[in-house]
């Protein structure tokens, strides 16, 4: 049973920083595409950061050059840091395993004030 437990979120200044973890069971994440999502109040859910089981690694152009995504393989956990925050990130943040279908995790609210 694939389970993704999100944690990291929390209200932060524009220009500021957070790091979301994303910790995984039932499933190995270094052998799989996996990746980071946001959901805005009355808006579509959005991919912003994937990484392939080789290591390559892909960004919505809204946070391109701001958010980093990585794994820990030892722990089996995935990251995604994000630097120089705006107000318009304000989301929840839910992490994704694709392993034939797309699994999400319970996700994981970031709210940026300006």
Do not use: H
């Amino acid at each position: 049973q694939v389970q993704l437990v999100e944690s990291g979120g929390g209200l932060v200044q524009a220009g500021g920083s957070l790091r979301l973890s994303c910790a995984a069971s039932g499933i190995i994440l270094s052998i799989n595409t996996v990746g980071w999502g946001r959901q805005a109040p009355g808006k579509q859910r959005e991919l912003v950061a994937s990484i392939t089981s080789v290591g390559r690694t892909n960004y919505a152009d809204s946070v391109k050059g701001r958010f980093t995504i990585s794994r820990d393989n030892a722990k089996n956990t995935m990251y995604l840091q994000m630097n120089s925050l705006k107000a318009e990130d304000t989301a929840v943040y839910y992490c994704l395993a694709v392993i034939g279908r797309d699994y999400w995790g319970q996700g994981t609210q970031v709210t940026v004030s300006s």
